[in-house]
């Protein structure tokens, strides 16, 4: 994909869309200005998608979190949501959902500048880096459908493939999709293997959403490699499903230890702890913020490794 060039800026308010204007011009960056979403929309109309949008999140008519869904869903416009102190929950949402990243109000030009360009390698890097399962998306389809037969009716796992990868065992089932314990044949290695939520009920829309949130953890963990994060592998991406070939981490996540074992002794905490924080200080190095870090986000080895996991929202 190629780098951030033109860049959509809807803000309401007259002096600061000419001051952020400036500042972006300055930089190199071609820049469309609107007022409001509705005339946001008719630039998209006569200009076509740019490279990125900065929306405000508070607008007159259709407010900016709508049109940033917009934007992303039906453009694939990567959104930056700018926002005020009091509106960051619902950013948090935003996120969550569609948007890229955020900037607080009032914004430092060069700070705004550089997460615009972090934003820019993050696309382009991720594009490279991340590995994406040749499968089209009735392949995919069909193997998660396999899959979702299997555990419906608590068959053994012996013989089942996702794409080219051999699922051994269920890990883990929750909100968000399955954890299965696989195996790479072609690398001869084990692999952990997220998936979407199998269910043939689930509403469309909200599946949709599982599998967005799922494409950008694989997308956040692909730019990293640190012991204490967990490596990504493999993603394949289809119209309603999607699943993430992962490092296996064979331990047990942090909340089952608390469990288990309730508080831990100082002399345990302080390298968990150590551990934890420089798998987030690699993560804000390359421009992420993790946003959910709790005790089952975190997953202790047998080989007493400390990883974090889940960048899903990131």
């Known amino acids: 994909m190629d780098p951030v060039r033109s860049i959509l800026l809807v803000e309401d308010d007259p002096d600061l869309r000419l001051l952020t204007r400036h500042v972006l011009a300055a930089a190199g960056f071609e820049v469309w200005p609107a007022a409001s979403a509705e005339e946001a929309l008719e630039v998209l109309a006569r200009r076509g998608a740019p490279h990125l949008a900065l929306v405000d999140i508070v607008l007159p008519g259709l407010d900016g979190l709508s049109l940033g869904r917009r934007l992303r869903e039906e453009h694939e416009v990567p959104v930056i949501m700018l926002t005020s102190v009091d509106e960051e929950e619902t950013v948090a949402g935003a996120i969550q959902e569609f948007a890229e990243d955020y900037i607080r109000k009032p914004f430092k030009p060069r700070e705004m500048v550089a997460r615009i360009d972090r934003l820019s390698r993050r696309i382009r890097d991720a594009a490279r880096r991340t590995a994406v399962v040749a499968e089209d998306s009735e392949a995919v389809r069909r193997s998660l459908a396999s899959l979702e037969a299997f555990v419906a009716e608590r068959r053994a796992l012996d ?7 051999q699922v051994l065992d269920v890990l883990g089932m929750g909100s968000m999709g399955t954890v299965f314990r696989g195996r790479d044949p072609r690398l001869q290695r084990a692999v952990a293997l997220k998936t979407v939520y199998l269910g043939r009920t689930l509403d469309p829309e909200k599946k949709r959403g599982l599998i967005e949130t799922l494409r950008r953890e694989a997308v956040a963990l692909a730019q990293l490699s640190h012991p204490n994060v967990v490596a ?31 508080r831990l002794t100082p002399s345990e905490v302080i390298p968990l702890a150590a551990g934890i924080a420089a798998g987030l200080a690699a993560a804000h190095a390359s421009g992420i ?26």
């Open 159 to 165: 013989n089942v493939f996702l794409g080219r990868y």
């Open 232 to 262: 990504i592998y493999d993603l394949a991406d289809a119209a309603e499903a999607a699943f993430i070939a992962m490092e296996l981490v064979d331990g047990m996540s942090l909340d089952v230890l608390l469990r288990r074992r309730g």
């Open 289 to 314: 913020v993790h946003r959910d870090i709790k005790p089952p986000n975190v997953l202790l080895g047998r080989d007493n490794s400390i990883k974090v996991t889940d960048f899903g929202i990131a």
